[in-house]
């Protein structure tokens, strides 16, 4: 019934407009739709990215949404530190670190967060492998 349907990652924020400044200039994501001060869409690709206020904003120990990168993960890891973003470093098990990237197998991947805490995530490779 789903499977042919497209999903939209959701991520709730505690002050839009804040949120909206670091997913705009952060991230270089450009609104589609704006709901008032509750919420705001992004195209991403061919999917879509809504934040909206919620007083369980930064709750989600998880990734909240994934990026897939398609090999560009390292040129976006740089990009988006150039933009002040500080990415996270988790100690899995038979995980190795090239900087920031998390390599595990056939798998990479970087995470950061967002000013609420939200956990965001940039994946290449095989997707089985992602634990975050």
């Known amino acids: 019934m789903l499977g042919h349907r497209d999903v939209t990652a959701t ?13 705009e200039d952060k991230l270089g994501l450009s ?3 704006v709901e008032g ?4 869409s992004y195209r991403t690709g ?14 989600n120990k998880a990734s909240a ?14 990009d988006l530190k150039t933009r002040g973003i500080t990415f996270e470093r988790y100690n899995f ?30 994946v290449s490779g095989r997707t089985s492998d992602v634990r975050a």
């Not at 991520?11 to 670091?22: K, P």
């Not at 001060?37 to 705001?40: G, P, R």
């Not at 670190?97 to 197998?105: A, L, Q, T």
């Open 11 to 23: 991520v709730a924020v505690r002050d839009l407009q804040t949120a909206r400044r670091w997913y």
């Open 31 to 33: 609104p589609i739709h």
């Open 37 to 40: 001060n509750d919420a705001v």
């Open 46 to 59: 061919n999917t879509q990215l809504l934040i909206y206020r919620s007083e369980f904003a930064g709750t």
């Open 65 to 78: 949404a994934t990026w897939m990168m398609n090999g560009d993960l390292d040129s976006a890891v740089r």
């Open 93 to 122: 098990p038979d995980v190795k670190h090239e900087g920031d990237v998390h390599v595990m197998g056939d798998t990479r991947a970087a995470w950061f967060k967002d000013p609420d805490g939200n956990i965001l995530a940039l």
